[in-house]
């Protein structure tokens, strides 16, 4: 979540802050945090104090603290940060692939492999496929096209992978389809699926992924994030909605709800900017008002 | 979409610029549209204009025009205005009718009765169930509650009935659950639901009454609307965002996406503020940009 939601803020968000936050997401009970991001601090200067970060954070028991993981140098100093899980990123458009990471998506794949021999025995590895579901450059994304990328995966013997609707265009049927298809393609794998609420769909595809079995989502506190090609639009599905809407519907996700709407509160101060979070504007679905008068 | 988006809106809207509306939506190929409220004047002042927009507006082929008629008396006007379809409201929660419609369920239910005597072969009767996944003074609402409701209106003779979620408290556990169980208990019946993204579940709730067979679904235009006990939370959820996440998961809706977003991106002009609709500033899912110089 620190990752994802804040690497599009303009403004620097202090080192002690960034700690903070992910220590008070742990004692939320989240049970995966990407702390930050190991990639070139030119390229991402917001996330620049990635390893002063992993070394200041408490960590906490049950809870896996991962970071983005661009090429072996990245992988490296994660490493060095004792960092459980890499998160590696391959776009399955390669135009995407080339403006996001100045690769083509099969070199991507190289470095995958490569990080994969070096994490061993010291870190997971999982990998987020982007544009999974479509591209802001090349449109439609086939099925085919994203399992042509876990194929590979799955020869190096990835096991943990994100499904990415990179920029909100994907749709429930569309999730169905991919998430269904793939659990039953490569049942030994663990599907994490990743949305963003751009137009308005992130919790009806969470619904459709849950329906064929997804038990683990990324969510983004008060659904920060954004895209750069879908402007005035929402970020990342919100961590806050996501659990409210899974808790009400009777899932146990682990998390105190309260405390997590607590850190979303304080969330616009950070950021200095409104979040489109809105179980934190609205309260969960349970609060009840005073009877009005005279009734 | 008309009554419920301008109900809440602070600022008169000019007669002609809801005629101007009701036509385009018309053009856009929306079933059903809710002109305005037969209430009176005084409670909701912005549709104090019905009467005159209903003379107004062009009737189109195949669209059927409803209001919203609190009473006998409204349901006089309605009918003089040769309003399609009557939509009357009665609240599950008892503390809600009254602080909404100043009477008590009991009392509503027989009005309704009366209305649909009335009405009989000059109007259709749709009843709007609010509050039937929760209340904002008594809290959670059961299926059973619900359905003592409609076994009333059934008894009426009602076959149409809207089951609303009024202030955006449903989640997709519930709304399947309770539309499931509803279809199969009056087959006869043609259910329509109407959720509010209050709690950003508004499209998620979609998808699970999708699943259990209904095809009907109210939105409100830029899901204007809101709640005045959710202050700061989105409203209706948004036709056009509804009809575009239809449309890509390759349901024919028989409406014109980009005749819906026009109207919509005019939207903000006239009620002289933003609105929630997400895809009217994101653009269709199969919105692509040009490649980034270099690659």
């Not at 997590?260 to 609060?287: E, N």
């Amino acid at each position: 979540m620190l990752r994802d939601g804040f690497q599009m803020e303009p403004d620097f968000i202090p080192t002690d802050t960034k700690v903070s936050l992910a220590n008070r997401l742990s004692e939320a009970g989240i049970s995966k945090i990407e702390v930050s991001s190991f990639t070139s601090p030119k390229a991402i200067p917001t996330l620049a104090d990635a390893d002063t970060v992993f070394e200041r954070i408490r960590r906490y028991p049950g809870v896996t603290y991962t970071a983005l993981v661009p090429n072996l140098r990245g992988c490296e100093r994660a490493l060095a940060c004792r960092v459980d899980e890499l998160n590696v990123v391959v776009s399955v458009s390669e135009t995407h692939n080339l403006a996001n990471l100045r690769m083509r998506p099969e070199e991507s794949l190289e470095q995958i492999a490569l990080i994969s021999k070096r994490a061993a025995d010291n870190a997971a590895v999982n990998v987020s496929v982007s544009t999974a579901f479509g591209c802001p450059f090349e449109g439609r994304i086939t099925r085919d096209q994203v399992f042509s990328v876990i194929d590979q995966l799955a020869a190096f013997g990835i096991e943990l992978v994100t499904v990415c609707d990179t920029t909100g265009v994907a749709n429930p049927a569309q999730v169905y389809d991919l998430f269904d298809a793939a659990s039953r393609r490569w049942p030994e794998m663990s599907f994490t699926a990743h949305f963003h609420n751009t137009r308005g769909m992130g919790l009806a595809n969470v619904i459709a992924a849950l329906d064929t079995g997804i038990r683990y989502f990324d969510g983004s506190l008060g659904g920060l994030g954004g895209c750069p090609y879908a402007p005035g639009a929402s970020g990342n599905v919100c961590t806050e909605d996501l659990v409210h809407m899974l808790q009400m519907m009777g899932y146990d996700t682990g998390v105190d709800l309260d405390l997590l709407l607590g850190i979303a509160h304080d969330l616009p101060a950070i950021v200095g900017h409104d979040v489109p979070g809105q179980v934190m504007k609205a309260g969960t679905s349970d609060r009840t008002y005073p009877k009005p008068a005279g009734l």
